[in-house]
């Protein structure tokens, strides 16, 4: 049985000690409450902060993920962050294509790719993005996209590295927006991008794989992603800096 996940991403937001905080109180109400067996809470935080918010909280409760990595193993590549350093620091997780680094950093399939092979061999489990922009949703081309995303980033992995694979579709013209694909919207995507995955590997794999719903996630329309067949949680951005609207999501991974 595929897991429910609920992943923050908070981007370039807050200092460590704000991170701290914002993720002590998250951890407070879940050392509370009663989260079903099969769900699963991750915070993506920046670099700065994962190693301060890891000797905070019980990774039972609360994953950690790197927003981001380098393609590189090691080496004369300054500013750059490798896999080996996110897992020595005991992130678990890493973001791996966020539309916001196609769009602003030119990360291609290729280079994710490799990316994602790095996180394999480094026994990180990624949070591949995927997604269309308003445009290719207009032309009609959203499927084509979606697919051309996946199968070139995914080409040369194998079944149990997929099976360690969460999927996170962002259409972007909903991330930061405030527009949210309908639930209708978002489970056609999200059960075409499992029938992919069934054509690249094989339907026991496609049943396993949770794919993520991220794109202006709120407190008020996550229940209703959430009761989609194929949605299995959130990639939320925004909030997941303001505690109660998190919680509030975390409550609706019923």
Request: glycine share 6%.
């Amino acid at each position: 049985m595929r897991k429910k996940i609920i992943a923050g991403n908070w981007k370039m937001n807050t200092t460590p000690d704000e991170g701290v905080d914002l993720a002590l109180k998250i951890y407070s109400f879940l050392s509370n409450y009663n989260l079903d067996q099969n769900c699963k809470v991750i915070l993506g935080v920046p670099f700065t902060h994962i190693d301060r918010i890891i000797q905070k909280v019980d990774s039972s409760k609360i994953a950690i993920a790197a927003q981001n990595c380098s393609q590189f193993d090691s080496g004369a590549y300054t500013g750059e962050i490798s896999v080996k350093m996110v897992k020595n620091l005991g992130a678990n997780y890493i973001i791996i294509g966020h539309s916001e680094r196609r769009q602003y950093f030119s990360e291609n399939n290729e280079l994710l790719a490799i990316k994602l092979r790095q996180c394999y061999n480094n026994n990180i489990n990624p949070i591949y993005c995927c997604g269309e922009t308003l445009s290719e949703r207009d032309s009609n081309r959203h499927f084509e996209i979606v697919k051309e995303q996946i199968i070139e980033s995914f080409k040369d992995i194998s079944e149990s590295e997929m099976l360690n694979t969460i999927i996170a579709y962002e259409p972007v013209w909903a991330i930061g927006t405030g527009r949210t694909a309908t639930p209708s919207q978002a489970q056609e995507m999200h059960n075409y991008i499992r029938l992919i995955i069934k054509d690249l590997f094989n339907q026991i794999v496609a049943d396993e794989v949770s794919i993520l719903y991220g794109g202006s996630v709120n407190s008020a329309n996550a229940s209703e992603l959430f009761k989609c067949a194929d949605i299995d949680g959130g990639l939320v951005g925004g909030a997941s800096l303001k505690p109660d609207d998190f919680i509030n999501i975390i409550k609706s991974a019923k």
